[in-house]
């Protein structure tokens, strides 16, 4: 069964270094997001991506965040200088073609900032 | 603005014995409701879905959900826990557009089950 694969699993990285964590989705998929889940809350959306441009961003998703489909096949979520409050975990899923599809979720990227 | 909540954080049943877990939402408009389930170590798996239509809705493993519009709940069920039933469980409302589906997550229920 096809799934959304994401690297590293594990990211530790210094206060204001820039970090990019990178997600296959599922290849016939038209839709693609990245959450976040800061550990002992909820699962908070940060970013849709349609169509090769951001459809839809929460307040978290500030000029820090960027994200990117580099080559048709990987999405990448850009943190340009991480603070400590950006720990957390880091789903990124995708869905198929429609928007109602399922979405699919990725294991997760645990990013530790120190 | 949509919210999701889920009143119990914790919830430890026997194996064998049925189980509720219970969700809230608030959207102005009809729903697009979810279940997912999270084990450790990996990314949330969809359970289940309401769209529109028949209110009560079966999913994978056996688990069920009655979307009630009057309650603005959206209960997931299962008659009878099993081990492997033991995660945390994520339920969400969704808003549609044409250009994707922004999920709002509650806070998730953790399932123990004791032998």
């Known amino acids: 069964e096809p799934e959304v694969t994401q690297t590293p699993s594990h990211q530790v990285t210094q206060m204001g270094q820039e970090v990019i964590l990178r997600c296959v989705p599922i290849?016939?998929?038209?839709?693609f997001y990245w959450y976040r889940q800061i550990l002992g809350q909820k699962v908070e959306f940060l970013v849709s991506?349609?169509?090769?441009?951001?459809?839809?961003k929460s307040e978290i998703f500030d000029d820090q965040f960027s994200v990117e489909r580099p080559d048709g096949s990987n999405f990448t979520l850009k943190i340009r200088s991480t603070k400590l409050e950006d720990s957390a975990m880091y789903f990124c899923a995708s869905s198929g073609m429609s928007s109602l599809s399922e979405q699919y979720f990725g294991p997760g990227t645990r990013l530790t900032v120190t | 603005a949509q919210s999701v909540t889920q009143p119990d954080i914790h919830i430890t049943v026997s194996e064998g014995a049925s189980l509720e877990l219970r969700c809230n939402y608030s959207y102005g408009a009809t729903p697009y409701l979810f279940w997912y389930v999270q084990s450790p170590g990996q990314g949330l798996q969809l359970l289940l879905k309401?769209?529109?239509?028949?209110?009560l809705v079966q999913g994978i493993k056996g688990f069920e959900a009655e979307f009630k519009r009057s309650q603005s709940s959206f209960n997931l069920r299962k008659p009878s826990v099993h081990w492997s039933d033991a995660a945390e469980y994520f339920c969400?409302?969704?808003?549609?557009?044409?250009?994707?589906?922004?999920?709002?997550f509650g806070g998730g229920t953790r399932l123990m089950v004791k032998p």
């Open positions: 309401y769209f529109s239509g028949d209110t």
């Open positions: 290849s016939n998929h038209l839709y």
């Open positions: 969400a409302v969704g808003t549609t557009n044409n250009a994707g589906n922004m999920l709002t």
């Open positions: 991506f349609y169509n090769n441009e951001i459809s839809e």
